[in-house]
């Protein structure tokens, strides 16, 4: 892993220099990811050691979890929902309950955010993410469901909800070795490991990169379009 970078500015100028060849080749399309702790793995919310889900059970328990959502979110959501299952683990997604997927988003700035949206000063840096994908290679959501997939692919859900317009949302989809009864992390996968780029950044300059995020237009109020997410922006905002 490169060193980390001690700044908004350092983290920027990088990020632009290295992308600069990639943009400029349609066929390729850029991911972003921003996890709290640089050491972290890429790996789905059901795939964390601490659920207890992988394992010799797990399609079933994966199976059972789905179910359950999708019999007892009926009133809740737009019946077309439920005829996808695409968009179905999607929207369970996005309101907490572990898939296989993992969330991306194609904005940068957006993923910078949530790498230091949480505060922790235990640990040393955080870092973002980056996949460059050839659209060729983006999921076929009419041929495979997320569960036959051959392989780990990306996909961008329809927009179901405000907060996959607003922050941009993508996914991986994640398939799961039945022989030995895991995932493969994706920065270890080789179909994607060389093209992961890693963008460390040093923990102590969270309020400053939050700070000029907000300047961007880039917040909780902004990324979760709700009164909760002006609640807790405003609460940011004044303290």
């Known amino acids: 892993m ?134 060729s290679e983006l999921a076929d959501c009419k041929k495979f469901t997320p569960f036959d997939n051959p392989k780990t692919v990306a996909f961008k859900p329809n927009h179901i909800t405000q907060r996959l317009i607003s922050q941009n949302g993508w996914f991986t989809a994640h398939k799961y070795i039945s022989a030995s009864k895991r995932f493969i992390k994706l920065n270890k996968n080789k179909d994607y490991k060389e093209r992961l780029f890693e963008f460390p950044v040093i923990n102590n300059v969270r309020e400053d990169i939050l700070t000029r995020l907000d300047t961007l237009g880039i917040n909780e109020f902004t990324l979760f379009p709700h009164l909760d997410g002006l609640s807790k922006y405003l609460l940011w905002k004044k303290s």
Not at 74 to 92: E, H
Not at 109 to 123: G, H, P, S
């Open 2 to 135: 490169r060193p980390a970078f001690n700044s908004f500015q350092e983290f920027f100028y990088e990020l632009t220099d290295d992308t600069k060849d990639i943009t400029k080749d349609d066929s390729l399309l850029l991911l972003f990811r921003g996890q709290k702790d640089s050491t972290w793995d890429l790996l789905p919310k059901i795939a964390r050691k601490d659920l207890n889900f992988v394992g010799p059970d797990f399609l079933t328990k994966e199976y059972d979890l789905i179910d359950e959502f999708q019999r007892l979110s009926r009133p809740y959501i737009n019946p077309d929902i439920l005829l996808n299952q695409w968009d179905l683990l999607a929207l369970a997604q996005h309101h907490g309950l572990p898939t296989r997927l993992l969330d991306w988003t194609s904005n940068p700035l957006v993923a910078l955010y949530f790498a230091f949206v949480e505060k922790d000063d235990t640990i040393k840096d955080r870092i973002v993410w980056m996949l460059a994908i050839d659209r």
